[in-house]
């Protein structure tokens, strides 16, 4: 089966995001890193421990940037991408860029984002000094990318993502940042991919 499968960081881990690092073959890719915390909801800070947790997670996550071959963008929402202005409790673009010159990247394409979310793509691209080619629909090795998929339910302000398919001859893997299952082309797109492990971002 794969060498690894590990999962840095989920809401259900105490920090908001995806992000997860898989290794097959000579691949070794890290999924959508990037964090958040729930900064400023509904007028509180995160609490202390939440805060700690973060930057542990943080830490962890650039750790696995240094020898990633591959990095993989779901989409740009602030808890899934490394942020040309983040808060404190964010990834900075800044601190990721260096760790980043030597992998491949794999971006979910402009089309279907809001105006602010192409923003964000094109000054993340800037910051990093490199270009985020579209992934979707793209195969290579063992990776394999949807076509933009809706952010949960279909025609939301939230967009579109993209899911990302590691496999190797024993193991499928599928991420689906916050799909939440929402959508029946995208959980259809799952089942045609037959996982035997499926990360999958839930309803909220």
């Known amino acids: 089966g794969m060498a690894k499968i590990e999962i840095l960081g989920t ?3 105490g920090v908001r995001g995806l992000c997860c690092v898989v290794e097959v073959e000579n691949h070794k890719i ?3 890193p990037g964090i958040a915390l729930g900064y400023q909801r509904h007028g509180l800070l995160p609490h202390p421990v939440q805060v700690a947790v973060g930057a542990r997670v943080r830490r962890r996550v650039l750790a696995e940037l240094r020898d ?6 779901s989409h740009f929402h ?5 942020l040309p202005k983040a808060n404190p409790y964010q990834l900075g ?6 760790l980043l010159r030597a992998s491949r990247l794999w971006a979910k394409g402009a089309d279907g984002l809001s105006n602010h979310m192409r923003l964000r793509r094109a000054s993340l691209a800037e910051t990093l000094g490199r270009e985020l080619p579209n992934a979707e629909g793209q195969r290579d090795g063992p990776l394999t990318f949807s076509p933009a998929l809706p952010h949960g339910e279909p025609g939301t302000h ?9 496999a190797d001859e024993a193991t499928v893997f599928v991420h689906a940042s916050d ?5 029946g082309q995208a959980v259809s ?5 037959h996982p035997d492990v499926a990360l999958v971002g839930g309803p909220p």
């Not at 990633?68 to 963008?73: F, Q």
């Not at 602030?78 to 490394?82: A, E, T, Y």
């Open 30 to 32: 890290v999924l959508d």
């Open 11 to 13: 809401e259900s881990l």
């Open 78 to 82: 602030g808890d899934h991408v490394p």
């Open 189 to 193: 797109c799952i089942l045609d991919w």
């Open 179 to 183: 799909i939440q299952l929402l959508d």
């Open 68 to 73: 990633a071959t591959d990095v993989v963008i």
């Open 93 to 98: 673009a800044q601190q990721a860029a260096p």
């Open 158 to 166: 939230l967009g579109t993502v993209m899911m990302t398919r590691v």
